[in-house]
């Protein structure tokens, strides 16, 4: 099957280079072409360039071919959204609600709110349930824009329940048209081990890793080390554990506290750190020496009003910075990339360029996944969308709360709702 896309208005984040990252400076510049054309050729971007040198030549195939004219439309890679917890039993709005009220979210957490709250729910729910709300879920986002997600476990907390919620992402993989990476997530202690410390280490170490590891359940380790949560030493044991046996660490570090698991990422290589609302000039310096992605969740520093992340300082000082949803029923409930771009420029002082970058090819570096996915380049895998008729790509992080985008193509396919009904 070939597509040619003809009559672009602007195709947005070119890199004929195949950058695996954007960085400081560099992240404020996106290379565009102006009345372009792209084409592909089964699930793979073959070519693109500016419509005056489209070659006759194209349109001779003996392979099917479909013709699109994006005249007045933008074309760009699709999002994609690097920390998710997308599988999950309900909604948390009665959380919210007492968080208007007063609570806070630490308050809730640590008295069986939370997490330990979403955990209960999903261990009841069966597994069948929790693959056609999660599958509605990668629609959902789909339709806004996001062609691969990363998405974890943690709500389990249990040895079978994790491996349940493991099991659904797997099958995710089978049956959507996204690029899907899993993590386990070493999430919270359960209740009945807050002062058995050792012995949830030794479940989750001795057995859920082992099982998981045979079964090739999940591509990273992930622990969320912060105040009331793991602490740096157990995180290095789980990651450490987890690296043993063949998966890439990530970690949830600095969202309540400096919690030192910056550091404890670098140390173990992780492909990313992710939230960093308490970064100091430390964290800043050991990240410049890394090949750890630093990943900014505007979503859940918005909904629970977060001290925010220093992003601007952070790119200022030559790093890199990704941005991702981190959607979830208790600190993001949405997964709207969109809206994401739009709270990088209004709450972190982002450019709109500089948000591009955050939420294709550096959130593709924060899952590994940056050299076939996040920008357009010829070989990379043809996950795009196209507009609607927009005015300039800045009215995408401007135009807050609407979707603007009109066809979704994924893996060189054009994508319906149909595509997702199993
Ligand atoms: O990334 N920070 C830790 N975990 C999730 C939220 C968990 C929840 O409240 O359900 C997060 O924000
Ligand atoms: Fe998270």
Known sequence: MRLILQNIKELVQVDPKSRLWVAGKSMAEVQTLKNAFLIIQDEQIKDYGLMENLSQAEYETDDVMMEIDCSGKMVFPSYCDSHTHLVFAATREHEFVDRLKGLTYEEMALNGGGILNSAILLQEMAEDDLFDQAMGRLEEIAMLGTGAVEIKSGYGLTTESELKMLRVIRRMKQHSPLMIKSTFLAHAFPLKYRNKRKEYMSLLIDEMLPLIAADELADYVDVFCDRGFFTMEETEHILKAGIRLGMLGKVHANELANSGGVQVGIKYNTVSVDHLEYVEDEEISALLGSETMPTVLPGAAFFLDLKLAPVRRMIDAGLPIALASDYNPGTSPSGNMNFIQTLGCLKYGMTPEETIHA?????????????????????????????????????IPYSFGTNLIETIILNGEIQGVADFEL
Do not use: C, D, H, P
């Open 359 to 395: 939420t294709t090819i550096n959130s593709a570096y924060a899952m590994g996944i940056s050299k076939s996915y996040g920008s357009i380049a010829r070989g990379k895998v043809a996950n795009l969308f196209i507009t609607k008729e927009i005015s300039s790509y800045a009215v």
